[in-house]
Nanobody, 122 residues
Framework: VQLQASGGGLVQAGGSLRLSCAAS????????MGWFRQAPGKQRELVAG???????HYAGSVKGRFTISRDNAKSAVYLQMNSLIPEDTAVYYC?????????????????WGQGTQVTVSS
């Protein structure tokens, strides 16, 4: 299994970025996919999840600003991030789980990508 995250970068506050995660080596459509982030000195936290029925869940800090989506035909999951703020600065990871719950915790994800850095300047 391989999860390849991309799309990170440096953006000014108020700007947007779109993260992509390409999956291979798994039957993508049956997996719940999640985006996590980890800032320096902090624990890795769930940002957004999408289950196999495309039911979504968002952390309160990003609700209304971020949108998670999936394309099963392309085995890909996306995170559209709008109205970015400096507090969104972190390494963002995509992850996959066979548990079919969009809001499940980190411990239920068993496949992880390598992470992509997002830096939001003020």
């Amino acid at each position: 299994v391989q999860l390849q995250a991309s799309g990170g970068g440096l953006v000014q506050a108020g700007g947007s970025l779109r993260l992509s995660c390409a999956a291979s080596g798994l039957t993508f459509s049956i997996y719940t996919m999640g985006w996590f982030r980890q800032a320096p000195g902090k624990q890795r936290e769930l940002v957004a999840g999408i289950d196999r029925e495309s039911i979504t869940h968002y952390a309160g800090s990003v609700k209304g600003r971020f949108t998670i989506s999936r394309d099963n035909a392309k085995s890909a999951v996306y995170l559209q991030m709008n109205s970015l703020i400096p507090e969104d600065t972190a390494v963002y990871y995509c992850a996959a789980s066979l548990w079919n719950t969009a809001s499940q915790p980190r411990e239920r994800y068993h496949e992880w990508g390598q992470g992509t850095q997002v830096t939001v300047s003020s």
